[in-house]
Protein backbone atom coordinates (compact mmCIF):
# COMPACT_ATOMS: atom_id res chain seq x y z
CA UNK A 1 0.00 0.00 0.00
CA UNK A 2 1.28 3.45 -0.75
CA UNK A 3 1.82 6.08 1.70
CA UNK A 4 -0.49 8.76 1.91
CA UNK A 5 1.38 12.61 0.24
CA UNK A 6 2.71 14.67 2.74
CA UNK A 7 1.30 18.20 2.59
CA UNK A 8 4.63 20.99 1.76
CA UNK A 9 4.07 23.13 4.87
CA UNK A 10 4.49 26.95 5.59
CA UNK A 11 4.67 28.36 9.39
CA UNK A 12 4.50 31.94 9.37
CA UNK A 13 5.16 33.20 12.53
CA UNK A 14 7.21 31.65 14.99
CA UNK A 15 6.61 32.78 18.37
CA UNK A 16 4.66 31.57 21.47
CA UNK A 17 1.85 29.44 19.15
CA UNK A 18 3.89 28.90 16.30
CA UNK A 19 6.42 26.99 18.19
CA UNK A 20 3.16 24.81 19.32
CA UNK A 21 2.31 24.94 15.42
CA UNK A 22 6.13 23.56 14.49
CA UNK A 23 6.48 20.84 17.10
CA UNK A 24 2.63 19.75 16.49
CA UNK A 25 3.86 19.35 12.74
CA UNK A 26 6.54 17.63 13.89
CA UNK A 27 4.23 15.04 16.01
CA UNK A 28 2.44 14.46 12.75
CA UNK A 29 5.79 13.67 10.71
CA UNK A 30 6.02 16.95 9.22
CA UNK A 31 9.03 18.99 8.77
CA UNK A 32 8.87 22.72 7.53
CA UNK A 33 9.20 23.48 3.92
CA UNK A 34 9.26 27.23 4.71
CA UNK A 35 9.04 29.45 7.98
CA UNK A 36 8.26 33.29 7.85
CA UNK A 37 8.77 35.44 10.54
CA UNK A 38 9.34 39.75 11.00
CA UNK A 39 12.09 38.75 13.83
CA UNK A 40 15.28 38.26 12.44
CA UNK A 41 16.38 35.91 15.76
CA UNK A 42 13.00 34.17 15.93
CA UNK A 43 13.04 33.43 12.39
CA UNK A 44 16.61 32.02 12.33
CA UNK A 45 16.62 29.80 15.93
CA UNK A 46 12.85 28.51 14.24
CA UNK A 47 15.04 27.49 11.02
CA UNK A 48 17.82 26.63 13.19
CA UNK A 49 15.34 23.83 14.89
CA UNK A 50 13.13 22.73 12.57
CA UNK A 51 14.71 23.19 8.92
CA UNK A 52 13.18 24.63 6.33
CA UNK A 53 13.84 27.64 3.85
CA UNK A 54 13.92 31.44 6.09
CA UNK A 55 11.28 34.03 4.71
CA UNK A 56 11.14 37.33 6.68
CA UNK A 57 7.81 38.24 4.82
CA UNK A 58 4.90 35.95 5.25
CA UNK A 59 3.87 37.45 2.12
CA UNK A 60 6.91 36.70 -0.14
CA UNK A 61 7.02 32.99 1.49
CA UNK A 62 2.91 32.18 0.16
CA UNK A 63 4.38 33.99 -3.02
CA UNK A 64 7.26 31.40 -3.00
CA UNK A 65 4.55 28.22 -4.14
CA UNK A 66 6.83 26.29 -2.26
CA UNK A 67 3.88 24.95 0.21
CA UNK A 68 0.66 23.61 -0.12
CA UNK A 69 -0.62 24.82 3.60
CA UNK A 70 0.32 27.16 5.64
CA UNK A 71 -0.25 28.04 10.03
CA UNK A 72 -0.68 31.18 10.18
CA UNK A 73 0.20 32.67 13.63
CA UNK A 74 1.07 35.94 13.55
CA UNK A 75 -0.65 38.58 15.82
CA UNK A 76 -4.20 39.44 14.65
CA UNK A 77 -4.09 42.10 12.77
CA UNK A 78 -2.00 40.15 10.17
CA UNK A 79 -3.93 37.69 9.95
CA UNK A 80 -6.38 38.70 7.10
CA UNK A 81 -3.76 39.97 4.76
CA UNK A 82 -1.68 36.48 4.95
CA UNK A 83 -4.96 35.07 5.07
CA UNK A 84 -6.23 35.97 1.69
CA UNK A 85 -3.20 36.07 -0.34
CA UNK A 86 -2.92 32.26 0.82
CA UNK A 87 -6.25 31.30 -0.55
CA UNK A 88 -5.77 32.95 -4.21
CA UNK A 89 -2.71 31.06 -4.33
CA UNK A 90 -4.53 27.77 -3.60
CA UNK A 91 -2.78 27.25 -0.43
CA UNK A 92 -4.88 25.45 2.57
CA UNK A 93 -4.82 28.01 5.38
CA UNK A 94 -5.03 27.10 9.13
CA UNK A 95 -5.67 30.33 10.78
CA UNK A 96 -5.08 30.72 14.24
CA UNK A 97 -7.34 32.90 16.24
CA UNK A 98 -8.89 35.62 16.07
CA UNK A 99 -9.74 35.32 12.46
CA UNK A 100 -9.07 38.85 12.14
CA UNK A 101 -9.57 42.48 13.90
CA UNK A 102 -12.48 43.50 11.93
CA UNK A 103 -15.63 42.62 10.99
CA UNK A 104 -15.07 43.95 7.40
CA UNK A 105 -11.42 41.68 7.41
CA UNK A 106 -12.90 39.18 8.42
CA UNK A 107 -15.48 39.09 5.89
CA UNK A 108 -13.03 39.51 3.09
CA UNK A 109 -11.42 36.61 4.33
CA UNK A 110 -14.94 34.56 4.17
CA UNK A 111 -15.83 36.03 0.72
CA UNK A 112 -12.27 34.80 -0.27
CA UNK A 113 -13.09 31.19 0.84
CA UNK A 114 -15.99 30.95 -0.98
CA UNK A 115 -14.67 32.66 -4.12
CA UNK A 116 -11.00 30.44 -4.55
CA UNK A 117 -13.04 26.78 -3.20
CA UNK A 118 -9.70 26.43 -0.94
CA UNK A 119 -9.25 24.66 2.19
CA UNK A 120 -9.77 26.86 5.37
CA UNK A 121 -9.67 25.97 8.93
CA UNK A 122 -9.81 28.20 12.23
CA UNK A 123 -7.48 27.34 14.89
CA UNK A 124 -10.60 26.82 17.73
CA UNK A 125 -8.41 24.23 18.92
CA UNK A 126 -10.65 23.44 22.37
CA UNK A 127 -12.92 21.95 19.38
CA UNK A 128 -9.82 19.03 19.76
CA UNK A 129 -9.19 19.10 23.53
CA UNK A 130 -10.52 15.23 24.13
CA UNK A 131 -12.39 16.23 26.94
CA UNK A 132 -14.08 19.03 25.13
CA UNK A 133 -15.50 16.06 22.92
CA UNK A 134 -16.67 14.03 25.29
CA UNK A 135 -18.60 16.78 26.85
CA UNK A 136 -19.55 17.56 23.77
CA UNK A 137 -21.09 14.02 23.01
CA UNK A 138 -22.25 13.72 26.51
CA UNK A 139 -24.86 16.93 25.66
CA UNK A 140 -25.27 15.39 22.11
CA UNK A 141 -26.49 11.96 23.37
CA UNK A 142 -28.70 13.75 26.29
CA UNK A 143 -27.27 12.76 28.84
CA UNK A 144 -27.07 16.53 30.59
CA UNK A 145 -30.94 16.64 29.62
CA UNK A 146 -32.38 20.34 28.09
CA UNK A 147 -29.03 22.56 28.77
CA UNK A 148 -29.80 25.27 31.07
CA UNK A 149 -26.27 26.89 32.06
CA UNK A 150 -23.03 27.31 30.50
CA UNK A 151 -20.03 28.68 32.14
CA UNK A 152 -16.15 28.83 30.80
CA UNK A 153 -13.87 31.06 32.98
CA UNK A 154 -10.12 30.86 30.84
CA UNK A 155 -8.17 33.06 33.70
CA UNK A 156 -4.81 33.54 34.08
CA UNK A 157 -1.63 36.23 34.82
CA UNK A 158 -0.33 37.11 31.63
CA UNK A 159 2.89 38.75 32.70
CA UNK A 160 4.02 42.13 31.12
CA UNK A 161 1.31 42.10 28.48
CA UNK A 162 1.51 45.76 28.61
CA UNK A 163 4.76 45.30 27.07
CA UNK A 164 3.16 43.20 24.17
CA UNK A 165 0.86 43.44 21.25
CA UNK A 166 -1.11 41.75 23.31
CA UNK A 167 -2.24 45.16 24.81
CA UNK A 168 -2.34 46.90 21.80
CA UNK A 169 -5.55 47.57 20.72
CA UNK A 170 -4.87 48.15 16.75
CA UNK A 171 -2.56 45.01 16.53
CA UNK A 172 -4.79 42.64 18.86
CA UNK A 173 -8.34 44.19 18.31
CA UNK A 174 -9.51 44.16 21.74
CA UNK A 175 -7.83 42.86 25.11
CA UNK A 176 -8.37 39.31 27.13
CA UNK A 177 -12.06 39.44 25.19
CA UNK A 178 -10.52 38.87 22.08
CA UNK A 179 -7.62 37.13 23.21
CA UNK A 180 -9.20 34.83 25.36
CA UNK A 181 -13.06 34.80 25.12
CA UNK A 182 -12.81 33.93 21.81
CA UNK A 183 -12.73 30.43 22.73
CA UNK A 184 -15.23 30.99 24.99
CA UNK A 185 -17.35 32.23 22.63
CA UNK A 186 -16.34 29.36 19.94
CA UNK A 187 -17.08 26.96 22.96
CA UNK A 188 -20.52 28.16 23.62
CA UNK A 189 -21.42 28.25 19.96
CA UNK A 190 -20.45 24.68 19.31
CA UNK A 191 -21.95 23.04 22.59
CA UNK A 192 -24.80 25.26 23.40
CA UNK A 193 -25.58 26.61 19.75
CA UNK A 194 -25.77 30.15 18.55
CA UNK A 195 -26.07 32.91 21.00
CA UNK A 196 -29.49 35.41 20.34
CA UNK A 197 -28.64 37.57 23.11
CA UNK A 198 -25.00 38.96 23.82
CA UNK A 199 -23.90 41.11 26.99
CA UNK A 200 -20.32 42.30 28.25
CA UNK A 201 -18.51 43.91 30.77
CA UNK A 202 -14.83 44.64 30.57
CA UNK A 203 -12.41 46.59 33.21
CA UNK A 204 -9.34 47.72 32.94
CA UNK A 205 -6.87 48.46 36.25
CA UNK A 206 -3.77 49.54 37.66
CA UNK A 207 -2.75 46.97 40.35
CA UNK A 208 0.65 45.36 41.70
CA UNK A 209 0.35 43.57 38.54
CA UNK A 210 0.75 46.35 36.24
CA UNK A 211 -0.57 49.45 34.45
CA UNK A 212 -3.96 50.01 33.39
CA UNK A 213 -4.27 49.24 29.43
CA UNK A 214 -5.45 50.72 26.65
CA UNK A 215 -7.43 47.80 26.48
CA UNK A 216 -9.57 45.48 28.80
CA UNK A 217 -7.76 43.13 31.28
CA UNK A 218 -10.99 41.47 32.48
CA UNK A 219 -14.08 40.71 30.85
CA UNK A 220 -17.77 38.57 31.22
CA UNK A 221 -19.89 38.18 28.25
CA UNK A 222 -23.45 37.05 28.84
CA UNK A 223 -25.14 35.16 26.18
CA UNK A 224 -28.85 33.11 25.59
CA UNK A 225 -29.14 30.97 23.10
CA UNK A 226 -32.13 30.40 21.06
CA UNK A 227 -33.34 27.44 23.07
CA UNK A 228 -32.61 29.33 26.40
CA UNK A 229 -29.56 28.14 27.45
CA UNK A 230 -27.66 31.00 29.29
CA UNK A 231 -23.70 31.44 29.00
CA UNK A 232 -21.47 33.02 31.13
CA UNK A 233 -17.60 33.64 29.52
CA UNK A 234 -15.21 35.24 32.28
CA UNK A 235 -11.39 35.73 31.33
CA UNK A 236 -9.03 37.94 32.97
CA UNK A 237 -4.73 38.18 32.19
CA UNK A 238 -4.24 39.48 35.81
CA UNK A 239 -5.92 36.66 38.23
CA UNK A 240 -2.57 34.67 38.98
CA UNK A 241 -4.69 31.94 40.49
CA UNK A 242 -5.82 31.19 37.63
CA UNK A 243 -9.08 28.65 36.27
CA UNK A 244 -9.22 26.80 32.71
CA UNK A 245 -12.98 25.62 33.73
CA UNK A 246 -15.87 24.56 31.38
CA UNK A 247 -19.20 23.92 32.93
CA UNK A 248 -22.39 22.82 31.74
CA UNK A 249 -25.55 22.09 33.42
CA UNK A 250 -28.58 21.03 32.08
CA UNK A 251 -32.12 19.49 33.19
CA UNK A 252 -30.91 15.85 33.45
CA UNK A 253 -27.03 16.13 35.29
CA UNK A 254 -24.18 18.65 35.37
CA UNK A 255 -20.40 17.95 33.63
CA UNK A 256 -17.33 20.20 34.46
CA UNK A 257 -14.05 20.37 32.12
CA UNK A 258 -11.18 21.68 34.29
CA UNK A 259 -7.90 22.23 32.57
CA UNK A 260 -6.03 22.65 35.67
CA UNK A 261 -5.49 18.21 36.01
CA UNK A 262 -7.56 17.50 32.50
CA UNK A 263 -10.12 15.65 34.28
CA UNK A 264 -13.82 15.60 33.03
CA UNK A 265 -16.10 14.63 35.44
CA UNK A 266 -20.00 14.82 35.36
CA UNK A 267 -23.29 14.28 37.97
CA UNK A 268 -25.94 12.61 36.50
CA UNK A 269 -29.38 10.31 36.89
CA UNK A 270 -29.32 11.83 40.61
CA UNK A 271 -26.42 9.83 41.54
CA UNK A 272 -22.71 10.74 42.18
CA UNK A 273 -20.29 12.88 40.64
CA UNK A 274 -17.27 10.70 39.13
CA UNK A 275 -14.50 10.90 36.59
CA UNK A 276 -15.77 10.59 32.94
CA UNK A 277 -12.43 8.72 31.10
CA UNK A 278 -11.14 10.59 28.17
CA UNK A 279 -8.92 9.56 25.94
CA UNK A 280 -5.33 11.48 25.74
CA UNK A 281 -4.53 13.20 23.25
CA UNK A 282 -3.10 17.06 22.83
CA UNK A 283 -5.33 19.12 21.20
CA UNK A 284 -3.08 21.22 18.83
CA UNK A 285 -1.83 17.86 17.77
CA UNK A 286 -5.22 16.50 16.99
CA UNK A 287 -5.60 20.08 15.25
CA UNK A 288 -3.28 19.38 12.40
CA UNK A 289 -3.60 15.55 12.03
CA UNK A 290 -7.29 16.87 11.25
CA UNK A 291 -6.05 19.91 8.98
CA UNK A 292 -3.97 17.18 7.11
CA UNK A 293 -6.55 14.60 6.93
CA UNK A 294 -8.45 17.73 4.91
CA UNK A 295 -6.14 18.18 2.59
CA UNK A 296 -6.00 14.70 1.60
CA UNK A 297 -9.56 15.02 1.18
CA UNK A 298 -10.38 12.44 3.94
CA UNK A 299 -12.19 15.20 6.46
CA UNK A 300 -13.56 18.54 6.52
CA UNK A 301 -12.54 21.52 9.06
CA UNK A 302 -14.10 20.66 12.30
CA UNK A 303 -13.92 24.77 12.79
CA UNK A 304 -14.75 26.55 9.83
CA UNK A 305 -14.82 30.15 8.55
CA UNK A 306 -18.62 30.46 8.93
CA UNK A 307 -17.24 29.54 12.68
CA UNK A 308 -14.58 31.99 12.67
CA UNK A 309 -16.43 34.72 11.01
CA UNK A 310 -19.79 34.44 14.08
CA UNK A 311 -17.28 34.38 16.65
CA UNK A 312 -16.11 37.66 15.49
CA UNK A 313 -19.17 39.21 14.93
CA UNK A 314 -20.75 37.73 18.42
CA UNK A 315 -17.33 39.35 19.64
CA UNK A 316 -17.80 42.75 17.97
CA UNK A 317 -21.13 42.78 19.85
CA UNK A 318 -19.74 42.02 22.58
CA UNK A 319 -17.60 45.49 22.58
CA UNK A 320 -20.58 47.09 21.72
CA UNK A 321 -22.64 46.16 24.24
N1 LIG B 1 -4.97 28.73 19.93
C1 LIG B 1 -4.42 29.18 21.05
O1 LIG B 1 -4.66 28.65 22.14
C2 LIG B 1 -3.47 30.35 20.97
C3 LIG B 1 -2.54 30.54 22.01
C4 LIG B 1 -1.66 31.63 21.89
C5 LIG B 1 -1.74 32.50 20.80
N2 LIG B 1 -2.70 32.28 19.84
C6 LIG B 1 -2.83 33.19 18.69
O2 LIG B 1 -1.68 33.04 17.86
C7 LIG B 1 -1.31 34.28 17.30
C8 LIG B 1 0.13 34.61 17.68
O3 LIG B 1 0.22 34.69 19.09
P1 LIG B 1 1.62 34.39 19.85
O4 LIG B 1 1.28 34.24 21.29
O5 LIG B 1 2.36 33.30 19.18
O6 LIG B 1 2.37 35.78 19.60
P2 LIG B 1 3.95 36.01 19.64
O7 LIG B 1 4.14 37.46 19.76
O8 LIG B 1 4.58 35.10 20.64
O9 LIG B 1 4.44 35.51 18.19
C9 LIG B 1 4.07 36.16 17.02
C10 LIG B 1 5.22 36.03 16.02
O10 LIG B 1 4.80 36.61 14.77
C11 LIG B 1 5.86 37.40 14.27
N3 LIG B 1 5.26 38.41 13.40
C12 LIG B 1 4.62 39.53 13.74
N4 LIG B 1 4.11 40.14 12.66
C13 LIG B 1 4.46 39.36 11.59
C14 LIG B 1 4.21 39.46 10.20
N5 LIG B 1 3.48 40.46 9.68
N6 LIG B 1 4.72 38.50 9.39
C15 LIG B 1 5.42 37.47 9.91
N7 LIG B 1 5.68 37.34 11.24
C16 LIG B 1 5.19 38.26 12.06
C17 LIG B 1 6.56 37.96 15.49
O11 LIG B 1 7.90 38.34 15.20
C18 LIG B 1 6.47 36.79 16.46
O12 LIG B 1 7.59 35.93 16.36
C19 LIG B 1 -2.34 35.29 17.81
O13 LIG B 1 -3.38 35.43 16.87
C20 LIG B 1 -2.85 34.66 19.09
O14 LIG B 1 -4.15 35.07 19.43
C21 LIG B 1 -3.53 31.21 19.90
Given at each position: MTAAPNPRVGIIGAGGIGKTHLSSWAANGIAPTAIADANPDTLASAVAEHGGQAYASGLDLIASGAVDLISICTPPAFHADLAVASLDAGIGVLCE?????TIGDAERVARTVERTGTLFAMGFCHRYQPHIEALKAMIDGGE?????EFRNRFAGHLASVEQTWFSNPEIAGGGVLADTSIHSIDLFRYLVGDPVHIHALTSSCESGLGPSLDVEDTGTIILKSSEGALGVLESSW????GEWVVAVHGTGGSAIVDYADLTLRACTKGGDWADVAVPDGDRFVREIAAFIACWRGEDTPRATIGDGLAATRILDAAYRA
Open positions: KPLATLGVIRRTPV
